[in-house]
């Protein structure tokens, strides 16, 4: 699971809090919308469709600013699908997560067409506004901070502080891979309790794909974890738990027909869920591949 992609499940999480805080005010109603949009399958594990009372807000997480097509072209694609498709205003905000020197560009320029968007800077906001709001606490360690490590103390205490029923175990599971853009993962591993991070389906994901927590130089390592995990409790036990924590109980048929599954398929299958948006996906998906 990718930094970006784990930002987005957050804001599927707390959409009420990503858009309090884009929006600088307290927002009463607000829908996830599929990515999907209709001229070309879009499901960029970095965008997000929130609908509010009168307009949709597209939010983009970027680790870095090199893609293609360039951002300020994708931000303009996106804008138009998505207006299409809902004919609805669409303020868009695109969250660059790791600090850099480079110019980040905020608009799109050609004959006749200029296009503008928003950028955040994650490592220039106040940390504060974070830290108190639930979905934005695994944002906070990469906010601005005079003394960084003090900053992720914090957040590990505040995180602690949230009852196990309010999703305690997966905000520190967040809030331990995102840290991961600016700490070294031993000092994470100190100090991220991972026998309660086991509890969270998005730790288990994160075994499952053979990521550790923490940079580039640890993911051979994360892999060697995975493939052990793996071992132990089972692809399919794995996929089961996924599914579940996303769907709820699914039917017995289709249940069956995963359990029959390849290991090889099963694999497949634990990618492609965390795209998955509704039950259907998951029928349709067995119906494309495992017929």
């Known amino acids: 699971m990718s930094f970006d992609n784990v930002c987005k499940r957050l804001a599927e999480i707390y959409p009420r809090d990503f858009a309090a805080w884009l929006l600088g005010e307290p927002v009463a109603e607000v829908e996830v919308l599929k990515t999907e949009l209709s001229r070309e399958p879009l499901r960029a594990d970095s965008l997000i469709l929130l609908r509010l009372l009168d307009s949709i807000l597209h939010v983009e997480f970027q680790t870095t600013l090199r893609s293609k097509p360039p951002l300020p072209l994708r931000m303009l694609d996106y804008w138009v699908q998505g207006y299409r498709r809902y004919e609805a205003p669409i303020e868009q905000f695109v969250i660059v997560l790791t600090e850099t020197d480079e110019e980040i560009a905020t608009e799109f320029r050609a004959s006749n067409t200029w296009h503008r968007y928003n950028v955040i800077k994650l490592w220039e906001q106040n940390p504060e506004a974070f830290l108190a709001s639930p979905g934005l606490l695994p944002l906070a360690a990469m906010t601005r901070a005079d003394q960084p490590q003090a900053l992720l103390k914090r957040v590990i205490d505040r995180t602690m502080e949230m009852p196990p029923d309010k999703g ?22 100190k100090y991220f309790p991972e026998d309660l991070m086991q509890e969270s389906v998005i730790y288990q994901e994160i075994i499952q794909r053979g990521i550790l927590l923490g940079r580039e130089e640890g993911r051979e390592e994360g892999r060697e974890e995975g493939r052990e995990e793996g071992r132990e409790e089972g692809k399919l036990e794995v996929v089961l738990r996924q599914l579940a924590h996303r769907f709820g109980e699914i039917a017995p048929d289709t249940r069956a027909r995963v359990e029959k599954l390849s290991a090889s398929l099963l694999d497949d299958l634990g990618e492609a869920l965390l795209d998955f948006q509704n039950e259907s996906d998951l029928p349709d998906w067995l119906a494309r591949n495992a017929e």
């Open 168 to 189: 305690r175990a997966e905000l520190i599971s967040c809030a331990a891979i995102l840290a991961g853009l600016r700490f070294d993962k031993e000092l994470i591993k």
